[in-house]
């Protein structure tokens, strides 16, 4: 069983469209991360949230503590978009983070 | 803007034959840490460091070792290489205490 879910494995848009990616935890955690990777492997770090909701661009994170979920969000989505989303939290004890096995997006023009 | 820079982007090796992976930060940052991702089953932690000289074992690091000389090069140590260690090996750094981790470009490792 993993403790980081991630939902759908697979998402293929239209440009212009919203799109929604979700992740579910069953561990304690003090913070949790949504990774963006291109191909080719490089990841960037978009979010790390503990709490509520946070924005950059057209990109939207929120996070739900008591329901153990959180959602990143794509607004007017773009083919430069497509990547692999990756869910990760950090546990509240020690330095040890779970990743989810990532979405990955394609936004078709 | 940090940096972490890996030795290489694809490598192949035998069987066998040992392979050293180098990862570099130019952030001073403490805390280190040696991903490897494989599809369906995402990134799983092998060995991290908490500072020069010191490392824990991940989730995975039965076949691997590691060494922390100086605080900006954390290297991963397949002491002989096994095809079923062909994978993406992805390296990471972070200030102690903080969350945000900072990724390297990855290493592709094929072992035949």
């Known amino acids: 069983k993993n403790e980081v879910e991630q939902s759908p494995q697979n998402l293929t848009a239209q440009e212009g469209e919203f799109i929604t990616i979700n992740c579910s935890y069953s561990v304690g955690i003090s913070a949790l991360h949504w990774l963006q990777q291109h191909p080719g492997g490089g990841i960037v770090s978009l979010f790390m949230l503990s709490s509520g909701k946070k924005k950059h661009g057209r990109l939207i994170a929120t996070i739900n503590i008591q329901e153990k979920h959180s959602s990143l969000h794509i607004t007017a989505s773009h083919p430069r978009d497509s990547a692999v989303y990756i869910c990760?939290?950090?546990?509240?004890?020690?330095?040890?983070?779970?990743f989810g096995t990532g979405t990955s997006l394609t936004v078709i023009p | 803007d940090v940096k972490v820079t890996q030795s290489s982007r694809y490598l192949v090796k035998r069987t066998g034959e040992k392979v050293f992976l180098e990862c570099v930060q130019d952030m001073d940052h403490e805390n280190m840490f040696w991903y490897r991702q494989d599809p369906g089953l995402g990134l799983r932690l092998i060995y991290f460091?908490?500072?020069?000289?010191?490392?824990e074992k991940g989730d995975i690091p039965e076949g691997y070792s590691v060494s922390r000389e100086k605080k900006e090069r954390f290297s991963l140590i397949l002491e002989s290489a096994s095809t079923n260690q062909t994978s993406m090996y992805l390296c990471?750094?972070?200030?102690?205490?903080?969350?945000?981790?900072?990724f390297g470009p990855g290493t592709r490792l094929t072992v035949l």
């Open positions: 990471a750094s972070r200030i102690a205490g903080t969350g945000k981790q900072y």
């Open positions: 990760a939290v950090r546990l509240l004890m020690g330095n040890q983070f779970y």
């Open positions: 460091s908490y500072d020069v000289k010191m490392k």
